[in-house]
């Protein structure tokens, strides 16, 4: 059976990206989306496992505050929800409306209109080091809006291990084919293929 090691580098980032299932969050903060990248500490400068966090998850115990607004957290204010969105649902009032695609669109061709959104939600467990990512985006029709974002399925306190949603936007620009390929990988693994890849064909088509 082949055994795969862990480069310090990606046995670091793999603890980073499990902490985000782990987080500590206000009422407030516990239902949103946050990006999948590391982040600073505000209290201590170490790592966060979003760069949205102002606190890693142990200075956020140790203050009692949420690790986004710092709200002070009481007994009910805790929660290790992360974002519940259901896959390629965005927040209510928050997202923009367009098409929007998950796994089950793999391959297809999508016809679009030219300034419309599109939200791509494909299921994965960041705990176990893959992350979804960008691998390309041919033709210029279609833009990237932002960074991708993790949503973790909800779970109970001290459960580990959960997957969720990653959650990328685009937005077509102009008339024209695209073609988006997003790839399931570790980051820190560059000589490794991924495991498997998104693929979306786009007509972006005049209003």
């Given at each position: 059976m082949k055994r795969t090691v862990l480069s310090p580098i990606g046995a670091a980032l793999l603890s980073l990206i499990a902490a985000t299932a782990a987080a500590e969050f206000c009422d407030k903060c516990r239902d949103k989306m946050y990006t999948a990248d590391i982040g600073k500490c505000t209290a201590c400068g170490g790592h966060t496992s979003?760069?949205?966090f102002k606190l890693c998850r142990k200075c956020s115990a140790a203050q009692?505050?949420?690790?986004v607004?710092?709200?002070?957290?009481?007994?009910?204010g805790a929660s290790t929800d992360e974002a519940v969105t259901p896959p390629g649902k965005p927040s209510a009032g928050k997202r923009p409306k367009g098409?929007?695609?998950?796994?089950?669109?793999?391959?297809?061709?999508i016809?679009?209109?030219?300034?419309?959104?599109?939200?791509?939600?494909?299921?994965?467990?960041?705990?176990?080091?893959?992350?979804?990512?960008?691998?390309k985006?041919?033709?210029?029709?279609i833009r990237e809006e932002g960074k991708p974002e993790y949503a973790a399925k909800k779970h109970s306190a001290g459960m580990v291990g959960v997957g969720g949603t990653f959650v990328f936007r685009f937005k077509t620009v102009k008339p024209g084919k695209s073609e988006i390929k997003l790839v399931?990988?570790?980051p820190w693994e560059k000589d490794t293929p991924p495991i498997k890849?998104?693929?979306?064909?786009?007509?972006?088509e005049p209003k």
């Open positions: 979003s760069g949205m009692q505050k949420c690790q607004c710092l709200a002070q957290l009481g007994g009910a098409v929007e695609l998950t796994d089950a669109d793999n391959g297809k061709t016809k679009v209109a030219v300034g419309k959104s599109l939200t791509i939600a494909l299921e994965g467990n960041p705990t176990t080091g893959y992350q979804w990512q960008t691998g985006i041919d033709g210029a029709s399931y990988l570790r890849s998104f693929v979306v064909k786009i007509e972006a």
